[in-house]
């Protein structure tokens, strides 16, 4: 099994910035995929963005540019620095490990822009 806690959500300006964190911990394979979901009231949740332990990376179209998804392994943690941020990335953004033993999720943490 393993757990996912994420950190640093919260309540920001239209143009700001925010940087997530979401630490793995339990039963850790080398080989897997991290990324960042997020989900508006109302609507289907979505992939963000997504890397690997390789650290290649994948991006939904409407924060190319904008966010930017890293790791590091040493601590089995994930990062999104998200830049430029627009009401629109108002959301739930979720944590999401995937590797040979499972699909894991994160509580999720609540990012709300202000226009």
């Known amino acids: 099994q393993v757990h996912l806690v994420e950190s640093g959500g919260g309540l920001v300006q239209a143009g700001g910035s925010l940087r997530l964190s979401c630490a793995a911990s339990g039963r850790i394979f080398n080989i897997n995929v991290m990324g960042w979901y997020r989900q508006a009231p109302g609507k289907q949740r979505r992939l963000v963005a997504a890397?690997?332990?390789?650290?290649?990376?994948h991006y939904a179209d409407p924060v190319k540019g904008r966010f930017t998804i890293s790791r590091d392994n040493t601590k089995n943690t994930v990062y999104l620095q998200m830049n430029s941020l627009k009401p629109e990335d108002t959301a739930v953004y979720y944590c999401?490990?995937?590797?040979?033993?499972?699909?894991?999720w994160g509580q999720g943490t609540q990012v709300t822009v202000a226009s």
């Open positions: 999401n490990r995937q590797d040979v033993g499972g699909n894991y």
């Open positions: 890397i690997t332990n390789g650290n290649s990376t």
